[in-house]
């Protein structure tokens, strides 16, 4: 502060070196993003064009960035026969837009007596599922439960109940409910709306930015799930999509089956690297393509987020 | 009078208590039911008997467990692990989040953000797949490089020794762009007139990120790490299980609790040892949780946890 005076009559040469600096910051931030961006983008560029690679190429040179000998063999194969992979499909869309559908709106009723300032217990209810992030009883006795007690093992339901409510969501579907002012609930109360009407025609309507990132949390959790299928599921029907993958990439032999059972003469060799890699950006297809349009709401949760309530 | 109270809160309150029943319904079955299966760790499970009926064994599924050597064998790759990744990840992370903010134009920054947190949307499946595309001995993609350069092809799925480096930059790829968005947030979150005051004060741009967004960012930098500290002996098994899967030949150095209770119970059915494990990861879990809240509150009491 003392040296604003004597900044200021040495500002030509002054502001020379701070521009000669920007510039400098600017070079490093450009290129130091740039090579983050590849880094993060550059295994996808791997996983498509290895999956547009004939497999003789792959066999005989390995994977490539670009293709020795370009073919769409993979692809044709999976959709000439896509009975396993639809199926997947069916199973993961089933559960993710159920799962999602129930598990937001759980979620936001929670979420919302948990902020009504006026209800008594808040801060015992909250406790209480807040309990349940610091202590858990471990994998066994859950597995345990659901598989002895609940007996889910190889049911639709298994999917989606384990991840149908998540205290972080919550938490933050709260703490956005709480900063809806407490006039609304007040003047609703008054007009004699009971308290599941004022939420679901006053708080539901205001809280769509905080709806619609949690709920986008939720169905990517639900569509990305493997966890559950990978303890549970052995029952092909009721496998889901990245289950499904999971399944092809560590068994080829099952994959050749799965094939030979839906109509394929498995005589000629599959091109199993290829395909790998193909069923690989099919089962990632659909986030990749609505990745654009939903990146905006996950960057708005991870600001709600933090954001304490 | 007490209890006269009681009931007349609970008819107050009917409506909005059988709103939260659902989310308390959840909670006690998938949640605290399975806390009272801890009572297994202290059992010689058999299928007949179940959680209650088999009998006990007092310590000795916790005395197989740490006899083997497998307690310290994960205990130790558990925390070392997530001390590299919450170091690694968040000096990356930062240094990303500054340079989003200060150095480039706002249009570049959007396509760099959607580019690093692409990573985020993935499922470790899918992490697994790309490990395999690069790491195949035969195939993939290192191998193809190693060999065009005029190198020996290494064997990756044979050597646990590189498997620490690779988890460490599989962890940054895919965490790279949650967090710096998180930091990015933050650092919006300055109050610009401090820039303007190191402006007059004639701070050129480094001095500008160095004195000012570097020490307003600190307090959001120690709340999140204090917090993954608390989650220290928590391993992530999606991505340990993905990359390394059942292939015992790695298990030395990346073997972690999770993985190790999931092969206890799925592979070889050791429930009342596996119930062991998990019951030390959820002590070990509650400690350093409570620890780090602690240390939260001690810092910035608005902050903490609880």
């Not at chain 1, 370009?70 to 896509?82: D, I, V």
């Not at chain 2, 590299?84 to 200060?102: D, H, K, M, P, T």
């Not at chain 2, 919006?188 to 020490?215: H, L, S, W």
Request: proline residues 4%; hydrophobic residues 50%.
């Amino acid at each position: 502060m003392s040296s604003t005076v004597a900044n200021l009559e040495v500002k030509p040469a002054g502001a020379k070196r701070k521009h000669a600096d920007r510039v400098l910051l600017s070079v490093i931030g450009y290129v130091t993003l740039t090579l983050l961006a590849l880094f993060c983008l550059f295994p996808f560029v791997l996983i498509l064009s290895s999956s547009l690679t004939e497999e003789s190429s792959i066999i005989q040179y390995g994977f490539q960035i670009f293709p020795k000998a370009f073919s769409t063999e993979a692809y044709s194969l999976l959709f000439k026969y896509p009975a396993d992979m639809l199926k997947a499909y069916s199973v993961t869309i089933f559960v993710t837009v159920v799962g999602t559908s129930c598990g937001l709106f759980l979620t936001a009723m929670t979420g919302y007596v948990l902020s009504r300032r006026d209800f008594k217990w808040r801060n015992h209810f909250s406790f209480f599922f807040f309990f349940t992030t610091l202590f858990s009883g471990g994998l066994v006795p859950w597995y345990l439960m659901i598989v002895n007690n609940l007996h889910l093992k190889d049911t639709i339901l298994v999917l989606i109940l384990p991840l149908l409510m998540n205290v972080f969501y919550i938490i933050v579907m709260k703490s956005f409910m709480s900063s809806i002012p407490d006039a609304i609930n007040e003047s609703a109360k008054i007009d004699g709306a009971s308290d599941f009407l004022i939420f679901r025609k006053l708080i539901v309507p205001l809280s769509k930015p905080a709806l619609a990132t949690i709920g986008l949390f939720i169905a990517l959790a639900y569509w990305n799930d493997w966890y559950n299928a990978l303890l549970f599921i052995s029952n092909s029907d009721l496998m889901p999509l990245q289950y499904y993958l999971y399944k092809m990439l560590g068994n080829m032999d099952g994959m050749r089956k799965a094939m030979m059972e839906t109509g394929v003469v498995v005589n000629m060799d599959l091109p199993t690297e290829s395909l790998k890699m193909a069923m690989t950006l099919v089962a990632t297809g659909p986030v990749l393509v609505a990745y654009p349009f939903i990146q905006k709401y996950f960057v708005s949760g991870l600001t709600l987020g933090s954001v304490k309530g | 009078m007490n209890r006269h109270g009681f009931w007349s809160d609970v008819k107050k309150y009917k409506t909005l208590l059988l709103m939260l029943t659902p989310a308390v319904i959840f909670f006690l079955v998938f949640a605290y039911l399975p806390m009272a299966g801890i009572i297994l760790a202290f059992k010689q499970y058999s299928y007949t008997g179940g959680v209650f009926g088999s009998p006990w064994n007092g310590l000795d599924n916790f005395r197989f467990f740490f006899n083997s050597g497998d307690a310290w064998r994960v205990t130790r790759n558990t925390a070392l692990y997530n001390i590299a990744f919450i170091v690694v990840n968040n000096v990356l992370q930062i240094f990303a989040a500054i340079l989003l903010f200060e150095a480039v134009g706002k249009w570049f920054r959007k396509l760099a953000q959607t580019a690093i947190f692409l990573p985020y949307f993935i499922s470790w499946v899918v992490v697994g797949a790309i490990a395999y595309n690069l790491f195949n001995y035969d195939v993939g993609t290192l191998n193809v490089l190693l060999k065009g350069l005029g190198m020996t092809p290494i064997d990756v799925y044979n050597t646990p020794s590189y498997w620490p480096f690779i988890l460490v930059v599989v962890s940054a790829w895919k965490a790279l762009g949650y967090g710096s968005i998180m930091y990015l947030a933050a650092i919006t979150g300055i109050d610009t007139e401090m820039y303007e005051a190191a402006e007059i004060d004639g701070a050129n741009i480094f001095q500008r990120i160095m004195k000012i967004t570097v020490p307003n960012l600190m307090p959001t930098v120690i709340i999140l790490v204090l917090l993954a500290i608390g989650n220290i002996f928590r391993g992530d098994f999606g991505m340990f299980y993905n990359m390394v899967g059942n292939n015992g030949l790695l298990f030395s150095s990346t073997d972690v609790i999770d993985t190790f209770v999931f092969r206890s119970l799925t592979t070889s059915n050791e429930i009342g040892m596996s119930a062991a494990a998990g019951f030390y990861q959820s002590l070990l879990g509650f400690g350093t949780i409570i620890f780090a809240n602690y240390a939260v509150r001690k810092y910035d009491k608005d902050r903490a946890l609880f």
